[in-house]
Nanobody, 119 residues
Framework: QVQLVESGGGLVQPGGSLRLSCAAS????????MGWYRQAPGKQRELVAA???????NYADSVKGRFTLSRDNAKNTVYLQMNSLKPEDTAVYYC?????????????WGQGTQVTVSS
């Protein structure tokens, strides 16, 4: 099937930066949208940013101007550059991708990576 493997989470001080990566592998015919969601304790999962296979991006208002989403279609990988991090960015970040395998398109999720912003 399809696997999404995330990396790059960790502990960072307020104002710092982190870069998350998510690589898709498996029986992939094509990947459409890719993106990142996050879920903080006691809160619902929310969209952080998404990118189409043509490179069009969409960001949550809370991260505009601080986060940048990009993808490498040749590597089936999406990157989230997070700058000027704030304590309220603390959450588990989940990668997702809309993947076509043969005739079916399904949404796949990564296992999640913890981002903690604290002094």
């Amino acid at each position: 099937q399809v696997q999404l493997v995330e990396s790059g989470g960790g502990l960072v001080q307020p104002g710092g930066s982190l870069r998350l990566s998510c690589a898709a592998s498996g029986s992939i015919f094509s990947i459409y949208a890719m993106g990142w969601y996050r879920q903080a304790p006691g809160k619902q999962r929310e969209l952080v940013a998404a990118i189409t296979n043509g490179g069009m991006t969409n960001y949550a208002d809370s991260v505009k101007g601080r986060f940048t989403l990009s993808r490498d279609n040749a590597k089936n990988t999406v990157y989230l550059q997070m700058n000027s991090l704030k304590p309220e960015d603390t959450a588990v970040y989940y990668c997702n991708a809309d993947v076509q395998t043969q005739l079916v398109v399904n949404r796949y999720w990564g296992q999640g990576t913890q981002v903690t912003v604290s002094s």
